[in-house]
């Protein structure tokens, strides 16, 4: 024992001074090897772009993404006052939608129709919770939605374009 730890002192201070890297081969853990790298690829990682597509929504037409900021600027005023109300919870949001104007019209992803349902849940340190709060997605026409939260710190509406397998939702994983 006393010998190991002798030889570990030994080894940290001959080390003293000495650069703390060692220069990367090719393709190594701090790359990949040249040829490899795509275009926006996040720092270089091979295949990035091919591996996350299913996050890339479809792009909005310009009318599409007029209509879609119109209803934004419809929605948000109204989050903006359930929020500061401290109502988030799925059941609430949905009335004060409908009494707004939307219809309720469950989960499907058709031009014109709404979606309001809890957070997503994730996974911590050894279970999986449910986040106080509502997800929103209004599919206001074949290639433009909003898509909103609204929850005890904050709230948001934004617009994009629908992606391919989840709708106007943003996928969580992969296929």
């Known amino acids: 024992m006393a010998g190991a730890l002798f030889l570990g002192t030994a080894l940290a201070l001959t080390a ?12 190594s853990a701090a790359g990949p090897a040249p040829g490899n790298v795509e275009p926006d690829s996040h720092g270089g990682a091979p295949h990035h772009g091919e591996n996350n597509g299913f996050k890339v929504p479809k792009e909005m037409s310009r009318g599409g993404e007029k209509a879609a900021r119109k209803e934004a600027a419809r929605i948000e005023p109204v989050l903006k006052r359930l929020w500061k109300a401290k109502i988030w919870d799925p059941k609430r949001v949905r009335a004060a939608l409908v009494a707004s104007g939307y219809r309720n019209v469950g989960s499907e992803q058709k031009p014109g129709t709404l979606t309001v349902q809890t957070m997503d849940s994730r996974f911590e ?5 449910t986040p106080e709060g509502t997800l929103i997605a209004f599919r206001v026409r074949r290639d ?6 609204t929850q005890p710190t904050n709230y948001q509406v934004a617009v994009n374009g629908p992606y391919m397998e989840t709708g106007c939702f943003e996928p969580k994983g992969g296929h």
């Open 16 to 27: 003293c001074g000495q650069q703390g890297t060692v220069p990367a081969a090719s393709g």
């Open 125 to 129: 340190t050894d279970h999986y919770v």
């Open 144 to 149: 433009a939605c909003v898509t909103a939260f």
